[in-house]
């Protein structure tokens, strides 16, 4: 029972912590260049290039990739949160930090494969779920309004921090669909 206690609270621990660290990197680092600048990083700068001045000015769907995010890149910038959590909870328990850094992995593979999904349309399984078109919709806001929706497939800190599209932004975009 406590077994299952700790894996149950792993997962939710490590939701909160992976939704912050795919908002924190998005938001700051993917589309604030003064943050790398800050800290005199051309690594995050590059990234942000990459993200901000290649990927956001592509059409939605994209036909090339070349200077687009890289995997590797992003997977390596959104590690040290959720890793900094895993060492903080081991102490704690064993299995909540396994659980947790189970959950960043598994989390950092559906990520790549979602949002390439998203782009591409190479018609996965997974796009007929209403959870997919969910989180593609805030997606294709984001895209839209690129201050805003930066959590892409676990949802929080947007609400929290009042970063989600508006109703207004939401239906203005509908009405302009409806018309496409
Ligand atoms: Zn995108
Ligand atoms: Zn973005």
Redesign the pocket.
Known sequence: MTHLLHVLLGLAFAYVLVSFSEYVVHRFILHRMKYARLLGSRYLERLCRTHSGV?HRRDYLHDRHEGDDRVRDLSLTGLPIPILGVILVWPISSTISLTMFFFAMVYGFTWWVV?DE??ERRGRAFTRTAVYRYIEWK?YL??RYPGSNFNLILPLWDTLLGTATSREQQALVRKEMSFT
């Open positions: 990927h949002h998203m782009h997606h984001h895209h």
